[in-house]
């Protein structure tokens, strides 16, 4: 018989180019195993939604690992750092030889994962480690001088360079395997602590390996000719809604690749604009993962640039819960937000708008909306989400400069110029037409309409913000 293997799941829910469980299948009879720890994704403001979509997409991957005869156990755990002894429990019980699994970047990811490296290296097992949520390895592309790039251009410039040389094949699945008497433990519904998601909500986001490869069809064939022209415009089916699939694993970026260089005739910096666009937001998504390993502060709640940890942030919890709600008065705001606490997604173009509108026009601290976003987003990624906020904040690489600040108002006539996703978020202004929408008459604000007044005056708090950031640079 075939030596036992463990192959721990956590986001990589996927038979499909999944590293860790191909490489464990070669070396021996696979148990999968996956570790449940409700307090440390409480801990790091993980979204109902989110966790929920994780589990879904966790039981659907455990029936096509039924069919393979390669059993799933799971692990319940209090936190992070109980995982080496567990797991190496586990291993003694079954008398495996080996673990494999996929890194996680962030900080306690890492830790958890050396420690798991250690204890079975200690005890004289092996442990096998591979790059799969992302294209590089961290710190794999380097400056001349040796040095992790700042400026993202620069990192794509690189990106291309490597994969001119080499293109990321994906692996396929494991084999069926012979059958064994190790039986799976049965996974729960839901998980303590996480309220539970209406029918609407799930049938918004279809979970399973199939499931996510349809859309990535559907978006390849049909969208992505025209993803740079339809991307900004959130009342469209313009952008490809994977990333809620990429989070969980569900999907490699190299799966991603192969369908966008595949639509592009075997281009990927050159040829179709819209899947240049695409493979580019890619490649953002794979410079953020690096910024969070080889710059471990952005983990630890502080601006990527120390010259703007003195901001001077305004505490102003009526303001930040208008903003949270979607009551700020500023319709295409208001609509962003409402999208996100009743889908747990948001448009791309939007996730900009109002991280800028609260960090700038309402000069409230973008930690504020970091977390409120990472508790209501169902593709909540510490690296992209630190990584757009710092953006829009001017606090982060490669940041939007602090005198750029958008203005909602000309943003919401530029990518809705007919106000239907206004409609359809905000339907208190449906009544109004295409030129009145994004900006109600003050009028109709002051009589018993029900939708609230502006709670900024956008000019005075443009100016107010750049004051705020110009006097940083006075004072240092």
């Given at each position: 018989?075939?030596?036992?293997?463990?192959?721990w799941?956590?986001?990589?829910?996927?038979?499909?180019d999944?590293?860790?469980?191909?490489?464990?299948?070669?070396?021996?009879?696979?148990?999968?195993?996956?570790t449940?720890?409700?307090?440390t994704?409480?801990?790091?403001?993980?979204?109902?939604?989110?966790?929920?979509?994780?589990?879904?997409?966790?039981?659907?991957?455990?029936?096509?690992?039924q069919?393979?005869h390669?059993?799933?156990?799971?692990?319940?755990?209090?936190?992070?750092?109980?995982?080496?002894?567990?797991?190496?429990?586990?291993a003694?019980e079954?008398?495996?030889?080996?673990?494999f699994?996929?890194d996680?970047?962030?900080?306690?990811?890492q830790?958890?994962?050396?420690?798991?490296?250690?204890?079975?290296?200690?005890?004289?097992l092996?442990c096998?480690?591979?790059?799969?949520q992302?294209l590089?390895?961290?710190?794999?592309?380097?400056?001349?001088?040796?040095?992790?790039?700042?400026?993202?251009?620069?990192?794509?410039?690189?990106?291309?360079?490597?994969?001119?040389?080499?293109l990321?094949?994906c692996?396929?699945?494991?084999a069926k395997?012979?059958?064994?008497?190790?039986?799976?433990?049965?996974l729960?519904?839901?998980i303590?602590?996480?309220?539970a998601?209406?029918?609407?909500?799930?049938?918004?986001?279809?979970?399973?390996e199939?499931?996510?490869?349809?859309?990535?069809?559907?978006?390849?064939d049909?969208?992505?000719?025209?993803?740079?022209s339809?991307?900004?415009?959130?009342?469209?089916?313009?952008?490809?809604?994977?990333?809620?699939y990429l989070?969980a694993?569900?999907?490699?970026?190299?799966?991603?690749?192969?369908a966008?260089?595949?639509?592009?005739?075997?281009?990927?910096?050159?040829?179709?604009?819209?899947?240049?666009?695409w493979?580019?937001?890619?490649?953002?998504r794979?410079?953020?993962?690096h910024i969070?390993?080889?710059y471990p502060?952005?983990?630890?709640h502080?601006?990527?640039r120390?010259?703007?940890e003195?901001?001077?942030?305004r505490?102003?919890?009526?303001a930040?819960?208008?903003w949270?709600?979607?009551?700020?008065?500023?319709?295409?705001?208001?609509?962003?937000?409402?999208?996100?606490?009743?889908?747990?997604?948001?448009?791309?173009?939007?996730?900009?708008?109002?991280?800028?509108?609260?960090?700038?026009?309402?000069?409230?601290?973008?930690?504020?909306?970091?977390?409120?976003?990472?508790?209501h987003?169902?593709?909540?990624?510490?690296?992209?989400?630190?990584?757009?906020?710092?953006?829009?904040?001017?606090?982060?690489?490669?940041?939007?400069?602090?005198?750029?600040?958008?203005n909602?108002?000309?943003?919401?006539?530029?990518?809705?110029?007919?106000?239907?996703f206004i409609?359809a978020?905000?339907?208190?202004?449906?009544?109004?037409?295409a030129?009145?929408i994004?900006?109600?008459?003050?009028?109709?604000l002051?009589?018993?309409?029900?939708?609230?007044?502006?709670?900024?005056?956008?000019?005075?708090?443009?100016?107010?913000?750049?004051?705020?950031?110009?006097?940083?640079?006075?004072?240092?």
């Open positions: 018989m075939k030596p036992i293997q463990l192959c799941l956590r986001n990589d829910l996927r038979l499909q999944n590293h860790a469980l191909y490489h464990a299948s070669l070396e021996g009879q696979v148990v999968a195993v996956c449940l720890s409700a307090e994704w409480l801990a790091h403001d993980d979204a109902p939604i989110k966790i929920d979509f994780w589990l879904r997409n966790l039981k659907a991957l455990a029936l096509r690992l069919e393979r390669i059993p799933l156990r799971v692990i319940n755990l209090d936190s992070w750092t109980e995982a080496p002894q567990r797991l190496m429990a586990l003694s079954l008398e495996a030889k080996g673990i699994f996929n996680e970047y962030g900080v306690h990811e830790q958890r994962d050396d420690l798991v490296m250690q204890c079975f290296t200690d005890n004289g092996n096998q480690r591979f790059t799969d992302i590089f390895a961290p710190g794999s592309l380097l400056t001349q001088a040796g040095g992790m790039f700042k400026v993202y251009s620069q990192f794509r410039r690189q990106a291309y360079l490597q994969l001119h040389k080499h990321p094949a692996l396929p699945a494991p395997q012979a059958e064994t008497v190790i039986q799976s433990d049965p729960p519904d839901s303590s602590g996480f309220n998601l209406s029918q609407e909500q799930r049938q918004l986001w279809p979970a399973g199939q499931a996510a490869i349809e859309r990535l069809t559907h978006f390849a049909d969208i992505m000719q025209g993803y740079d339809t991307r900004d415009l959130p009342a469209v089916d313009g952008t490809s809604r994977l990333s809620a989070v694993g569900v999907l490699s970026p190299r799966q991603c690749l192969h966008a260089i595949g639509a592009n005739r075997g281009e990927f910096d050159s040829g179709n604009p819209g899947a240049v666009s493979i580019n937001e890619l490649l953002w794979e410079f953020y993962k969070l390993v080889c502060h952005v983990s630890r502080r601006a990527f120390p010259d703007m003195q901001v001077p942030w505490n102003d919890t009526a930040l819960q208008a949270q709600q979607g009551q700020t008065g500023i319709p295409i705001i208001d609509a962003a937000m409402r999208q996100l606490l009743a889908t747990g997604w948001m448009h791309n173009r939007l996730r900009m708008l109002t991280a800028m509108f609260l960090t700038k026009n309402l000069l409230i601290d973008w930690r504020e909306g970091e977390r409120w976003f990472m508790r987003l169902i593709d909540g990624d510490l690296a992209a989400n630190n990584g757009g906020w710092q953006w829009s904040a001017s606090t982060g690489t490669d940041a939007a400069p602090y005198f750029r600040i958008f909602p108002v000309s943003q919401s006539r530029k990518f809705d110029p007919k106000g239907d409609r978020w905000v339907p208190e202004l449906a009544h109004y037409d030129r009145q994004h900006e109600p008459p003050a009028a109709d002051f009589s018993a309409h029900s939708y609230p007044k502006p709670i900024v005056d956008l000019g005075s708090s443009r100016k107010r913000a750049l004051d705020a950031f110009k006097s940083l640079g006075e004072t240092a």
